[in-house]
């Protein structure tokens, strides 16, 4: 039988994840859901995401950290300024590591895992 649970992190209305933090049906019961949801972002922990904002720049770095108002921390982070012209990304600059308030944060995006042969 599904059981609901209330979801535990507040968004703000701008911030949209690409992957939901957690889910508002559970078919297991006895796992909780701010387990599901603690366990899907230890998983992003180290990995490359991409984030935009609503002045337009995108940061790119390591995922560090996060909280219940979705703010985000970054490490070896760059940051991209949007450009009128689509084909030239510009030069990044680097900011090492940044925070970003949740409610400047538009969207994330997880670069995928590379395989290690590559």
């Given at each position: 039988?599904?059981?609901?649970?209330?979801?535990?992190?507040?968004?703000?209305?701008?911030?949209?994840?690409?992957?939901?933090?957690?889910?508002?049906?559970?078919?297991?019961?006895?796992?909780?859901?701010?387990?599901?949801?603690?366990?899907?972002?230890?998983?992003?922990?180290?990995?490359?995401?991409?984030?935009?904002?609503?002045?337009?720049?995108?940061?790119?770095?390591?995922?560090?950290?996060?909280?219940?108002?979705?703010n985000v921390i970054l490490g070896s982070a760059q940051e991209f300024l949007k450009s009128s012209d689509t084909f030239s990304q510009g030069e990044p600059r680097?900011?090492?590591?940044?925070?970003?308030?949740?409610?400047?944060?538009?969207?994330?995006?997880?670069?995928?895992?590379?395989?290690?042969?590559?």
């Open positions: 039988a599904l059981k609901r649970f209330p979801v535990p992190l507040v968004r703000p209305q701008n911030c949209s994840l690409i992957l939901p933090l957690s889910p508002l049906i559970q078919e297991q019961p006895e796992v909780s859901s701010s387990s599901q949801a603690r366990q899907k972002l230890e998983g992003l922990l180290n990995k490359n995401m991409r984030i935009r904002m609503t002045d337009g720049r995108t940061l790119v770095g390591l995922f560090l950290c996060t909280d219940r108002d979705c680097v900011l090492g590591l940044a925070m970003i308030p949740g409610h400047h944060v538009v969207s994330i995006e997880v670069e995928a895992d590379t395989p290690s042969y590559l």
